[in-house]
């Protein structure tokens, strides 16, 4: 009886989406369902994932070929792992192998290199005889093959040129050259090398008595006979060369060693202690926890605590008891460069149990890391949302701090979003969630409502320090009283008091939103489409706007339709401009500046972070990220430049944007004893999200906001799913996109109450020379859609983004 395995190969290609057939042979015969393997492919050797096997009698006659080896000593992905990857798949419509690569550390494990080299058993004159009279070119090729043990393909196409590859794969079928795949494992351990004895005492002195002529290996051996090992690193520092071990190796007097060395960038990471007696409130939130964990049953927490209230705490102290319990625990955050605090106090509190997974770790440290949770080594994993694929078989808890922001969703495919991929996987794996915001989505507090998750609450910041005063500047107004500053008199007032009182300031400009919309400058007036009453964009390529609804476009006004005011005009400011009128204000003031262009590399944010909550600088000035969750106790001022030109975005979610924009920015002011202020600059001081966020109120904005979101059959009532077709020509794309939606609309808009809108040009309409067309559907139910969509083929278009539930409608 044979043995098939059912096999996915990691390659890259969204049109292979079946699994093949191979056997596998006697001496791998304990390889099941969740191994990586290395199977023959075409020519090359790939890495596959086995998803399924059979008992097959006549699998010999079938004429499959054998797996070729295993690429890891034990199953990768085990029950839940497996099982979670193929809700994915489902979820998300797309492709198995593509959900399951998210599992492996560094997506594609491993690489082949193809080489090529003669065939030993053809005559070589009569070979090139025979080529020469064909052509001289694939004479020379051969002869040149000939020189070699191996060559690749890059080799000979520099020499020859690209025209080689027709050349090798004639010489290929005519059996004069064989291919060969290596395998280069991309990700691989570490090793540290080191020589220790390999032999008793008594033969090592006898070796050396009778090697008098080999002076330096009798040192090497004397020095192992005092000393348990060396490490080829210490080999110079001590005198000897790496050759004089290897001979001594092969004599076997003494063997190598390979130890693994883990890698890990932050070891130094500043440690925090973190001793703490828990609040009222911390301890009631940990006795709803703690229960459901130890009972191993699934289970979801909504923790809405405002900023400040400990939040963090309560994560940490969950997470010692499932360690305690001997369940390992995921910590997610929603970017691991502006956490290095929680990052700090994890490691404070459970040391070398913790492994961080940072996007910039090389694939290399990210082999180690996941090889220690793997093996059980460490147990607690905090990373972006890609830690949520950490392969934990003992999962007891997963924490996800910020749970509303949008950095947990995958922008590219598989489109996922963390929030569903860890409740499924707790819910697989029968271990709780914890979902941690000052501001949940309004989703997510939506299902609380609805007894899908447990709702905690922590209305009180610690040792009951007060929330911060928020003052509404009107810029309308500002500009009336003949004030054009980017700063406003009131924000201006709020930094000269908190400089001279020797405290800290964050100014955070939002660029989100901002040069796409026109706004007069005086009454606050948007121009928007009278059709459809969304912002119109404003493209500078023809100076014209335009509604990514309908299509329709106007020209751009010089003066404002509403009051006439010539300061009409796209809105733009950077965080430089600022940084020079804030100079100009206060000359001798400290600022640094963190956006997308003052930083980068490993630890960059970490540092801007780390010096000003040292004192180095007065103000921390910056785009959204400056916002994130740190703690800064010198801070009792922050400013909002133009909060709400998100407000503009033609997007259901933008309110929600700025309630937690503002909310979460005020939170960093009076986290310490000294109260604490925030202004903020806004054109719309009427809007429910702005008020709201100024009163620190997320139940006013939730009423809101679930009434709108009702009426309109947004999420959390309506289910969206957004196609994104491309081309390399506007045309071709909107012809693609009319071809699609009429289908669309005919099979599913009548009979089920499903909205077709669309197409419309996405609002960066070319990315990269690409033009891009969006189809949005909304409906109560999007799994007959689904499949749909499948039966369509449109899973197996290169040119089609399949989104499901996508963080915006743009
Ligand atoms: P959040 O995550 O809710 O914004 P944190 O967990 O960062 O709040 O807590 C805010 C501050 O209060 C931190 O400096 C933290 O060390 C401190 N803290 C948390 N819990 C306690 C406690 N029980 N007693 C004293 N200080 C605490
Ligand atoms: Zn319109
Ligand atoms: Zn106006």
């Not at 839940?80 to 998210?102: F, G, K, P, Q």
């Not at 008891?321 to 625990?329: D, E, I, K, L, Y």
């Not at 040391?351 to 890391?369: C, I, N, Q």
């Not at 920015?665 to 004893?673: E, K, P």
Request: hydrophobic content about 40%; overall charge positive; glycine content about 6%.
């Amino acid at each position: 009886m044979q043995h098939i395995a059912q096999i996915l190969v990691n390659i890259g290609t969204r049109s292979i989406n079946k699994a093949f057939s191979y056997i596998i042979p006697v001496h791998l015969d304990y390889v099941g369902v969740g191994w990586r393997v290395l199977v023959p492919f075409g020519n090359r050797k790939l890495e596959g994932f086995i998803i399924g096997v059979i008992a097959d009698e006549h699998a010999e006659q079938a004429d499959l070929k054998p797996i070729l080896d295993i690429l890891d000593n034990d199953i990768w992905f085990d029950e839940h792992m497996m099982n979670t990857a193929r809700w994915i798949s489902e979820y998300y419509v797309c492709n198995l192998v593509d959900a399951m690569r998210l599992f492996i550390p560094g997506k594609s494990g491993v690489k082949s290199i193809t080489t090529y080299r003669i065939n030993e058993m053809v005559d070589r004159q009569a070979a090139t005889a025979a080529l020469a009279a064909k052509s001289a070119d694939y004479c020379q090729v051969f002869m040149y093959i000939a020189k070699f043990p191996a060559i690749n393909s890059a080799r000979l196409e520099k020499q020859f040129g690209s025209a080689v590859l027709k050349i090798i794969r004639y010489l290929v079928r005519k059996q004069v050259v064989f291919v060969d795949a290596a395998i280069k494992k991309t990700a691989s351990h570490l090793y540290k090398n080191s020589v220790r004895l390999a032999v008793t005492h008594e033969e090592a002195t006898a070796f050396i008595n009778g090697s008098s002529r080999k002076p330096a290996q009798c040192r090497l051996l004397t020095y192992l006979m005092t000393h348990e090992q060396l490490t080829y690193e210490d080999f110079e520092k001590n005198g000897f060369s790496s050759d004089t071990a290897k001979k001594l190796i092969q004599t076997g007097m003494v063997i190598l060693e390979k130890t693994q060395v883990i890698r890990d960038s932050y070891a130094n990471v500043g440690k925090v202690a973190s001793q703490v007696l828990l609040t009222m409130e911390q301890q009631q939130a940990l006795q709803a926890i703690v229960p459901k964990m130890q009972a191993r049953e699934y289970h979801s927490f909504l923790l809405h605590g405002i900023t400040g209230s400990g939040k963090t705490q309560v994560y940490i102290e969950a997470v010692a008891v499932a360690r305690q319990n001997n369940r390992q625990a995921i910590v997610l955050v929603p970017e691991i460069a502006l956490t290095s605090q929680i990052v700090g106090r994890f490691k404070a509190r459970f040391g070398d149990d913790v492994v961080v997974m940072h996007s910039k770790l090389s694939t290399g440290e990210r082999y180690d890391a996941w090889q220690r949770l793997r093996t059980g080594q460490a147990g607690i994993v905090i990373g972006a949302r890609s830690a949520i694929f950490a392969p934990l078989s003992e999962l007891g808890i997963i924490i996800m701090d910020e749970e509303h922001e949008f950095t947990y969703k995958q922008e590219e495919t598989p489109r996922y979003h963390t929030r569903q991929v860890a409740l499924t996987r707790a819910r697989l794996s029968g271990g709780v969630v914890v979902m941690g915001s000052a501001t949940p989505a309004v989703e997510t507090y939506y299902e609380a409502q609805q007894q899908q998750h447990t709702l905690l609450s922590m209305a009180k910041r610690i040792a009951d320090a007060p929330l911060p005063e928020v003052t509404l500047v009107d810029m309308r107004e500002e500009l009336r009283q003949k004030r054009r500053s980017v700063i406003s008199l009131p924000l201006q007032e709020l930094l000269a008091e908190t400089i001279a009182n020797g405290q800290q300031a964050i100014i955070l400009l939002n660029r989100r939103g901002y040069a796409t919309f026109v706004m007069c400058r005086e009454c606050g007036h948007i121009v928007r489409c009278k059709h459809c009453d969304i912002s119109l964009v404003y493209h500078a390529v023809g100076n014209i706007l335009r509604c990514h609804y309908c299509q329709s476009i106007e020209a751009t006004p010089d003066t404002c339709p509403a009051c006439s005011s010539r300061y009409i005009r796209f809105f733009g400011t950077g965080t430089q401009k600022l940084e020079e009128s804030l100079v100009k204000l206060f000359p001798t003031i400290r600022i640094v500046r963190m956006d997308q262009d003052t930083t980068g590399g490993k630890m960059a944010y970490d540092r801007i972070l780390e010096d000003f909550a040292q004192g180095q600088y007065d103000v921390l000035l910056g785009t959204q990220m400056v916002a994130k969750g740190h703690d800064v106790k010198n801070v009792t001022a922050v400013g909002i430049i133009a909060a709400d030109s998100i407000l503009n975005l033609p997007d259901f979610r933008a309110a929600e944007r700025v309630f937690a924009l503002l909310t979460q920015a005020a939170g960093r002011a009076g986290r310490g004893d000294k109260p604490g202020k925030v202004v903020v600059q806004t054109y719309n001081p009427e809007h429910y999200a702005v008020q709201a966020g100024s009163e620190h109120d997320y139940q006013a904005f939730y009423q809101t906001e679930i009434g709108y979101r009702q009426d309109l059959c947004y999420p959390p009532f309506g289910q969206i799913l957004k196609l994104t077709i491309q081309a390399d020509q506007e045309s071709k794309a909107r012809a693609q996109a009319d071809i699609i939606i009429k289908e669309l609309k005919a099979m599913l808009e009548n009979p089920h109450q499903i909205e077709v809108i669309g197409p419309f040009p996405a609002p960066i309409t070319k990315v990269k020379d690409i033009f891009r067309m969006n189809i949005i559907i909304k409906t109560s139910n999007l799994a007959p859609v689904k499949l749909y969509i499948i039966a369509m083929g449109l899973t197996k278009r290169l040119d089609v983004i399949i989104d499901v539930e996508p963080i915006s409608i743009m």
